[in-house]
């Protein structure tokens, strides 16, 4: 059940306005990467993964949120990633594959992208729209899953074609940096901290 929509605020900029991302060729996945887009009559039907975001179609994703008490683990994007390279998101996303449940595609993105294995809890469902760049626009019914680790025994091992960095950052640290920095970090972030200031994802 949606919880809520989301919009690009505070920090909004006018859309088209891309100048701080990096543009990098989009590739064209072979095979082919299906996932759930979503109808207007709430069905849901597969279309290619890049083609959703040239279309700005609507579809579903998944946002994963580590924490360390009151820390979070977020994680810099890859220069090479084809929207948002080198800019600072939640710890991982990623969109279900078409026929792959929710909370399988969670399980399976953050050993990919950061190398463990954690399990995760489905915390809410929300929606956004937001411009990434690179010609491209996200349309998302987003499903946030939070987990709870020790971060002195999480074995990070990042996948350098999806990470650069990683690091753990509170909510005062991550607001002040995302207030005087907002280019720095990914434009569907900058929308979930401003909805959840807190950090309660």
Request: aromatic share 10%.
């Amino acid at each position: 059940m949606l919880d809520e929509a989301l919009f690009l605020e505070p920090y909004e900029e006018p859309r088209g306005d891309t100048r701080h991302m990096h543009k990098v060729a989009i590739p064209a996945n072979e095979p082919k990467i299906l996932i759930p887009a979503i109808a207007a009559d709430g069905s849901l039907y597969p279309i290619e993964k890049i083609e959703a975001h040239r279309r700005g179609v609507h579809h579903l994703a998944i946002s994963v949120f580590v924490f360390d008490g009151a820390a979070l683990l977020i994680q810099q994007r890859a220069k090479g990633k084809y929207h948002c390279g080198g800019q600072w998101a939640n710890t991982c996303c990623t969109h279900p594959h078409w026929g792959e449940d929710a909370a399988a595609a969670a399980a399976r993105r953050v050993p990919e992208e950061l190398g463990f294995e954690l399990r995760v809890e489905e915390r809410h469902i929300v929606e956004y729209s937001a411009d990434v760049g690179n010609g491209l626009w996200e349309k998302e019914r987003v499903h946030m899953y939070r987990a709870e680790a020790a971060r002195t025994r999480l074995a990070i091992v990042p996948n350098p074609a999806e990470v650069e960095a990683t690091r753990w950052i509170t909510a005062d640290e991550l607001r002040a940096d995302m207030r005087a920095n907002p280019h720095d970090y990914t434009p569907w972030f900058r929308i979930y901290v401003n909805r959840f200031p807190d950090l309660a994802f």
